[in-house]
């Protein structure tokens, strides 16, 4: 018998015990790819047979249909949001994750010593710190990796880099030189396909970066602030750079409350 493609959304729903709206919103792209950064920076991975990835491949086999498309984001991400919170108990920790305030998983951890560290003098957060500005921008180069650098792009991801260092300068051989050195060249060059793209840039940009906080409010009005003044439609990409930062301080947030 041939496989035929799905006749309807995979809702969340569908992969999760989870009521009202949220159990009838289809899964999508970038909320998959939020669920993804939020894994990474609290737990130092992604989790098999987690959130994150149920949510990828449902996100997957609802692109292939045709009921989302590549940089859709429900308002369960945008709204909603999602929360990934430990509890620390003798020799291991409880993980909880939550989507729009319902918990769709909850599992337990042995724990290490690394696990325990104070954060680093850089002020990198790991374990329970939350989501960090390079995390953000990595999370742009799954979600608008194909899209080709713009002046927009590069003064966004620059006002991230200078939030993230406390440096005013461009760091040299950072991702906000690369950016902004790939708009350039973008802006000479006339097929797309030639066009440095904004996974170039961002993959790996914790590591490019000499320091790095966690996304706060302000830093993502920052960060929208500089990708609109630069954009010639005064607007934001709704799955670019200012999108990631904005998605990574609410679930910040959404994880103090």
């Given at each position: 018998?041939?496989?035929?493609?799905?006749?309807?959304?995979?809702?969340?729903?569908?992969?999760?015990?989870?009521?009202?709206?949220?159990?009838?919103?289809?899964?999508?792209?970038?909320?998959?790819?939020?669920?993804?950064?939020?894994?990474?920076?609290?737990?130092?991975?992604?989790?098999?047979?987690?959130?994150?990835?149920?949510?990828?491949?449902?996100?997957?086999?609802?692109?292939?249909?045709?009921?989302?498309?590549?940089?859709?984001?429900?308002?369960?991400?945008?709204?909603?949001?999602?929360?990934?919170?430990?509890?620390?108990?003798?020799?291991?920790?409880?993980?909880?994750?939550?989507?729009?305030?319902?918990?769709?998983?909850?599992?337990?951890?042995?724990?290490?010593?690394?696990?325990?560290?104070?954060?680093?003098?850089?002020?990198?957060?790991?374990?329970?710190?939350?989501?960090?500005?390079?995390?953000?921008?990595?999370?742009?180069?799954?979600?608008?990796?194909?899209?080709?650098?713009?002046?927009s792009d590069a003064a966004a991801i620059q006002a991230a880099e200078v939030?993230?260092?406390?440096?005013?300068?461009?760091?040299?051989?950072?991702?906000?030189?690369?950016?902004?050195?790939?708009?350039?060249?973008?802006?000479?060059?006339?097929?797309?396909e030639d066009k440095t793209k904004l996974a170039?840039?961002?993959?790996?940009?914790?590591?490019?970066?000499?320091?790095?906080?966690?996304?706060?409010?302000?830093?993502?009005?920052?960060?929208?602030?500089?990708?609109?003044?630069?954009?010639?439609?005064?607007?934001?990409?709704?799955?670019?750079?200012?999108?990631?930062?904005?998605?990574?301080?609410?679930?910040?947030?959404?994880?103090?409350?």
């Amino acid at each position: 018998m041939s496989q035929e493609q799905p006749r309807r959304p995979i809702k969340y729903g569908d992969v999760f015990s989870v009521e009202s709206d949220i159990a009838e919103t289809p899964v999508a792209p970038r909320d998959a790819a939020l669920m993804q950064t939020a894994e990474n920076a609290m737990l130092g991975q992604i989790q098999k047979g987690a959130a994150a990835s149920i949510m990828q491949s449902a996100a997957e086999r609802n692109e292939k249909g045709g009921f989302v498309g590549h940089e859709d984001m429900t308002d369960v991400a945008a709204g909603q949001g999602f929360s990934i919170t430990e509890t620390n108990l003798p020799g291991r920790r409880i993980i909880t994750e939550e989507i729009g305030g319902q918990v769709v998983g909850q599992y337990s951890q042995q724990s290490s010593l690394q696990s325990l560290a104070p954060p680093s003098s850089h002020g990198e957060v790991k374990g329970g710190g939350g989501i960090t500005i390079g995390e953000a921008l990595e999370a742009t180069a799954l979600t608008a990796g194909k899209k080709p650098v713009e002046w927009s792009d590069a003064a966004a991801i620059q006002a991230a880099e200078v939030r993230a260092t406390g440096r005013i300068n461009v760091t040299p051989g950072g991702v906000a030189a690369a950016a902004q050195s790939a708009a350039t060249i973008n802006a000479r060059t006339t097929r797309d396909e030639d066009k440095t793209k904004l996974a170039d840039i961002l993959t790996d940009a914790t590591a490019k970066l000499p320091a790095d906080k966690q996304v706060t409010r302000k830093d993502a009005e920052g960060v929208a602030a500089a990708e609109m003044r630069n954009d010639p439609m005064l607007t934001t990409h709704p799955a670019g750079v200012a999108a990631s930062v904005a998605a990574a301080a609410r679930l910040n947030q959404s994880n103090k409350n």
